[in-house]
């Protein structure tokens, strides 16, 4: 049926009221399909205004007569023009404004929800919250990890808009940055080095060596309750769900067995490959590079001016605001107009590390910079080893970058723990110790109570 | 001193866990120390490891400085231990102990200087609820002699429980389960857990698993009350339930499984001992009755084992073997009875195989099978020579030696005509199978998910699947009426139970006859709609199965609820599974179950007839599209007969199916030769593609790839396209689809590309066709993967893409400027596209397009609402395999025209509504989605219907993705993935 429009001439209603009363009108008699649009002339006069109701009939100029017997007898409508019109003859003089009403019953226009943007690298500057964690959320906070490893297990890779999806459908309350963080610490997961992507790690498993644990293993990387059950289901393997002691990370998952022979049996009769390495944490610790090494592995961030923001540097303990002098250390690049980021927060819009010998900006997670900063400045990171009990205490504001933190969690498969300050790594042998000590130059005060 | 006890019976509060924990693990299903004890069963499950972790960290705050540790122990018996240095040692055990019951067995052993310091670890109080004696009397019992041998602080106590009185259950579904006195194998116990106590103590009774004792219908409804009936009923519930459930039994599901493979690899047949012995259960030491009486009940439990009539053996229902089996057994104690000596197992093969009709059964049925069976048979003996004659038989041993050679049977004509005929009906099943795989392939090939089915059968449908058979020279000797009729017809009557159920490759084995009800419905499609009655159905139903029987349903089949209507359910259950949806429903009043097999029919001869007369009255040309035809023929729809217009005026889901018949009978005339003998086999030579758009996040530019559609109704198993001298493998991306091969150019959008199919020969060109517009709608599979392709139309409330020549803009901005769709952005997808741009975030509005003209009319064909009501799903997590992971399902949304609609979710499994109310449209609202299975959920407003299916999937079923390539990030000289270290120039 083609739509045509019939015209009207109005005085002394203002259109907005006349369009209200013609939509209720419209609805009390079910009208809608019939007259589904209204128009009103652009710009009203004091002599009034034309206004034109969209009709739906099988003939142009033929009232249905439905309409004609409820709608057209109403006084609003009294002062009609003959001829019908258009969409095109209309078309100039009527208001795209205000043209339509939702009496016909409409879907409302909703865009798309979109994924969750935001900064892989944003980690917070403050450092992690420290409060003791209530056993219930222990409990709560393991179970979110545990179920976030098997789905990302179950998925193999992905966006880290997609990661983040993820937790935050989880219920978790952690930022998804740390979280991230804490996955690669435990060998669970690794990231491209803009962190753009995801992929969880092959499932690997690697003795732990010395303490109480002396024997037994541990498995990182992709799990499923299919490979838990096969280890489960050996007579000569056991094992062992053990929560993180803050909860801030899957629960891990220790494999006792009488020896590598046994679980390389057992393994070799698993559907898909599982990898079985030397220990993880000290073979790490031997491979790794140099923090100078390790340095020319961060990205470079190309194409930033430094002219267009304003630098904040960092001074050791904050932000200072400087005109940049190419000097290397650790920068908050401010946008010259206060606006939000595309964070959606007012804050910098990153935070670098300037290598003046290189005439690069690089970037990496907050830990890592810092921790750079304060090596090139000549600063040693002050740690307590006790050899007796294999525990390492590193204090908080000098938590290392990631990958030799890595080294130090794969020694005993468990995130660290918090006491007064300092976060309390376990298992760390003389070895490990000293291959860590003299990469990072670490100073080792007399061991006290870590 | 050591104590250690027996708690059987007791509750989880016992260990004197703090609240939080206790109401953790009752979340859990966790409220008694059986149920604890279970967690040693499967304690990599994420429900145990939280129930593992829960009691751990309570114990580990509680207990510091000392370490505890939680462990499982497996081997004979499954122990859940708690250990905390040497201070105690906690072992919940689930051991076989009793020679008919396995006993969960709890010890606890405290190593303290006193009991001062065994009290200060407050482990295992007694609180004050439990000594009051609130709780039923056994553990009240128990929990006083638990308390009185801990203050006694010495030795072993084991409490005695009284056989239940099964009356004290029966009959009432809220009565309280009386306790678990002689505990049940965590097997059964599993499997019970689903029933009400009603349900659960008439099994148990029935299958005797408590005394061993097999009781018929008759004996277990004079034990409650009941009639033969009831009991029958109330089983068949039970079993019902059970095997709804069994998939979700990780245990239970996994001996069953492990009994199934042990099966399949033994011919698909064991000797009842060793399938107990397979089950677990041999170390029960229980005689031979118990074990069958047991096994009896799982075999109810699973519908793909059976034990034969009168042969103790379990097999396989889905292979060949088990129908033969009784067939087979009379035949050999037949054979067996007329010798003259006793024979070996190769002459007992030899004259089998030599006997009339036999040669089918042997070939079907593996001679280690024969044997298993031959071993088993109780009245069958084996001499020192291992030679098998019937128990009670003598022989003279010299006619014994002088007729070795000879053919031992005497009167081998005079084989008994019942065990041939019973022999004859079994050997034919191939066919049936053959025909009703072939048509589950036929229906649902090449169907995209979410996608309505119709089980569209007439005779050039049984003609086309009978040439696709032929050509894979996979023809069943049986026509298939032939074949349906030998499987379900018995003299007059027709009978359904062999054909319950799911066949080996986990179709429903009722399809084919379903399909033949349908056959029935099309032959009386000229009949005026107004008058098809049940009557005149099953007029023609008796003809198709070739009934002597003028009127009336035919025997056997009096009652729809008991015949048809469970298979139709079946066949729609299957479909969910698949992510499709049935079409088939009950009707109203008279016509309620003539209803599905009438509603499957779409295009009946007469609509056929006319559609090709109208093809060639207009001089259709003969290389459109899907589109394009559907457009032409809504044009000329006043020539068309007046159900085909009624077809045409379908904005329901339907649409799509219903486009699909009237484009496959376009097909077959454009083909050239529309004769009935034909159809179908050119049909189809032309491989249709649409557009996948990618689009990288970060830069924003757009590609498109050809994204080829998977051909309907035919599978093949390669599909080689040659695409610039390079040959293209087709891979299927998901089912319609094959995986994007190829960029698309300017030039192929503007105008069009075919490229040649190599193989197979039936497969002529692979098309992208030259289009003036693309519509292209989000994954449905994962909206929020920012991937969109030409999946079909967008449904209501989904923001899509118009791909489309700049010139249809001027269009676009009239459909606007009327309110009948809206979009956020217009931009050019790349420099390279210079004639076309996206509108993008494009949503249609308004139902009422009818007035509005514009140039394009495919435009405002394609973009008008085919449908008044769509159900949307948004957020939740999305299992990597399909579906969302269980209590993180998806909000709901009915987007739609009308105000409210009414709305209701269904569980498919049990039919349990979760929800069933009415909604206002267009706004989102939450179900709770706490169980696995499949969901269906419905729409209904203002006569509208629609329907969308909801997979919720457990976390235990995850199961890890494949390795994938992935770059391993690099520092120094090394390569890192997770704990694996890789030197850097080696090969990660």
Known sequence: MPRWYKGFHCSGLKPQRLINQLALLIQRYDLGDLVPVIRVEKQAGPGGYYFFLAIESPVVGQIPEKVQELLFQNALLRDAIEQPFTFNEIRSMVSAEHIVHDYVRLIPYVLPCLPPVSDPFDE?????????????????????????????????????????????????????????????????????INRKRWAVAPSTIFPISSDERTGQWVLSGRRDTALLQHLQRHSDIEIEFAPQARGDGPATVYVYTRSAEHLAAALKTFNRPIYQVEPAGLYLARVLPSIAGWKQTLEPLQGVRPHAYTLKYFNGKTFVEIDFDRKSGLYELWPRERRSSSRGVIGPEYVLYYDAETDRWLRGDWYDLRFLVRYHAGQKCPVRWRSTTGQLAVPLHWRWPEIYERALVLASGCLPDFRQGWLIYYNIDSVLFEELRQKLSLDNEEAVDA | MTPSYFLNGQPVRLLGLSDDTESMLSSLGITTLEQLAQLALNPAGLHERAAIEAIRTELAGRLSPYSVQCLVKTGVAAHFIIHADNLFFFKASIVPEDPENRVCTYQWQVKVQNDTSYSSLQLFHLPPCVTSGTTNGVIEQDVQASKSNLQNASGHLEVQHSEPDPKAAGGDDNHQAPTSLTSLPALFESLLTTLNPRERMIIERRYGLRDGVLRTPEQVGEEFNYTRVQIQQIEQRAFQKIRTHVLSMQHSHQALENLISALEQSHGILPITVAVQQLGLASMRSSDSVDEARLRFLCECDDRIGIPKDVPVVALRYTAIFDALPGLVVAIQTLLRKASRPLSAEEIFATLASEQCMPDVMASVPRPAILVCLNALPRIAIDEQGRYFLKGRTFNESASVQSSDQSPMQHPEGA????????????????????????????????????????????DVILQIRQQLQARQELPPDDFLQAVKRRVVRGRRVELKSIYGRDRRGEPKGIAFLAAMVLAASRMAWDDEDQISSSNYFTRLCEVLDIDQDEGRPLGMRFGSEAEEPLWREWAIWLSEKGLISTARPGEGAKRYINYPISQTILRRADRDRLIRLFYASSY????????????????????????????????????????????????????????????????????????????????????????????????????????????????????????????????????????????????????????????????????????????????????????????????????????????????????????????????????????????????????????????LAGGLRAPRGGWLVDLGPSVTIFGFPRVAEVRVVRMGDSQIIIEETKPTNQSFAVVWSTPGDYIIEAVAENYVTERLVKIVDWDELEAAPEQDFEWPQIGEIRLAGALIRAADEEA
């Open chain 2, 621 to 872: 040309s003969r290389d459109w599209d899907i589109d394009k035809l559907l457009r032409k023929v809504r044009d000329e729809a006043n020539y068309l007969t007046k159900h085909l217009r009624m077809l045409l005026a379908d904005r329901s889901r339907r649409a799509q199916a219903i486009a699909e018949a009237i484009y496959e009978v376009y097909q077959d005339w454009a083909s050239g030769d529309a004769s009935i003998q034909t159809r179908g086999q050119v049909r189809g030579s032309t491989l249709y593609a649409g557009l996948w758009r990618s689009e990288d996040v970060l830069t924003g530019v757009v590609e498109y790839f050809l994204y080829p559609r998977s051909p309907r109704h035919k599978q093949f198993d390669t599909i080689i396209v040659d695409i610039d001298s390079q040959q293209y493998s087709l891979i299927e991306e998901r089912p319609g689809w094959y995986q994007p091969i190829c960029t698309v150019t300017a030039q192929h959008l503007n105008q069009g590309v075919q490229y040649p199919i190599k193989q197979p020969a039936e497969l002529l060109t692979l098309v992208l066709p030259r289009r003036d517009f693309w519509i292209l709608v989000p994954d449905p599979d994962n909206p929020e993967s920012g991937i969109y392709a030409s999946w079909g139309t967008a449904p209501l409330g989904t923001s899509f893409i118009i791909l489309c020549r700049r010139e249809l803009l001027t269009d676009l901005e009239r459909l606007r400027a009327e309110r009948l769709i809206e979009w956020k952005v217009v931009e050019q997808p790349s420099p390279l596209f210079a004639e076309w741009v996206e509108v993008r975030n494009c949503m249609v509005l308004s139902p009422t397009w009818d007035g509005v003209e514009i140039e394009h009319r495919d435009l405002h064909e394609a973009l008008r609402p085919r449908e008044r009501l769509s159900i949307g």
């Open chain 1, 124 to 192: 917070p500057i403050e450092e992690m919250a420290v409060e003791e964690v209530a056993r219930s959320n222990i409990l709560l906070q393991t179970q979110q990890y545990d179920r976030l490893l098997s789905w990302l297990s179950a998925t193999g890779q992905g966006s880290w808009q997609l990661f983040q999806q993820a937790w935050q459908t989880l219920g978790g309350k952690v930022r998804p940055q740390r979280v991230l963080r804490q996955l690669r610490l435990l060998g669970h997961l690794e990231t491209s």
């Open chain 2, 416 to 459: 008994d005509q019942s065990s041939q005929n019973r022999i004859r009906s079994t050997s034919i099943q191939d066919s049936y199978d053959i025909w009703n795989h072939a048509i589950a392939t036929y229906v649902t090939a090449g169907v995209q998910r979410g996608s309505v089915v119709y089980l569209n059968i007439d005779d």
